[in-house]
C-alpha cells in the first residue's frame, strides 16, 4: 500500500506487515498493490518493473527474482512533499533465508489475529517508529475504504 510517503507490506499469509518488502528467490511473487491517498507508483528500477498506485484501483504486479540482493524501491510518481523520501527496499534472499526471516517477523511482531482487526492507520501506528515516521504524520493521512 503505498501512502505519502511510505510503502507498506502486508504478507496476507502470514500477517506480516513491514516497510520493506523480502521475496524469496527464483519464486513467483505477486504484488497487489494500493494507494490510500494519492497516485504513486512503485518501481523498481534494477528489476525494470514500474506499476502505478491508484486509490480506488488495485493493481498487480508479478514477477520473478532470479538474484539474491538489496534492491531499492522506489516512488516514480510525484506524490507530495517528501515524495524523494519515499524509498524502501526489496530483499531477494534464498529460501531459507526468507523462511527464518517471516519467523522472526512472526515472532517479534502482532499476532495475525490483531492485524486482521486493525485498519491502516493502526497498522502504520504499530510501525511507524521502525519507519521513522512521526506520530504528527500517521494523524494527518486519511482513512479510505
Not at 534494477?46 to 540482493?69: C, S, V, Y
Amino acid at each position: 500500500n503505498g501512502l505519502q510517503f511510505a510503502w507498506i507490506f502486508t504478507y496476507p499469509d502470514s500477517g506480516i506487515v513491514t516497510g520493506e518488502l523480502h521475496v524469496p528467490v527464483n519464486e513467483d511473487v505477486q504484488l497487489n498493490i494500493t494507494a490510500a491517498d494519492v497516485i504513486h507508483a512503485f518501481w523498481i528500477p534494477e528489476f525494470r518493473l514500474k506499476q502505478d498506485a491508484i486509490p480506488g484501483q488495485p493493481t498487480q504486479m508479478r514477477f520473478k527474482p532470479t538474484l539474491e540482493g538489496t534492491y531499492p524501491i522506489v516512488c516514480a510518481e510525484l506524490c507530495g512533499a517528501y515524495h524523494g523520501a519515499m524509498r524502501s527496499q526489496i530483499v531477494v534472499e534464498s529460501a531459507e533465508d526468507y523462511q527464518a526471516w517471516v519467523e522472526s517477523q512472526v515472532a517479534a511482531g502482532t499476532p495475525t489475529e490483531t492485524v486482521a482487526a486493525m485498519d491502516d492507520r493502526d497498522r502504520l501506528a504499530a510501525h511507524a517508529k521502525d519507519m521513522d515516521v512521526s506520530p504528527q504524520v500517521l494523524h494527518q493521512l486519511h482513512h479510505h475504504h
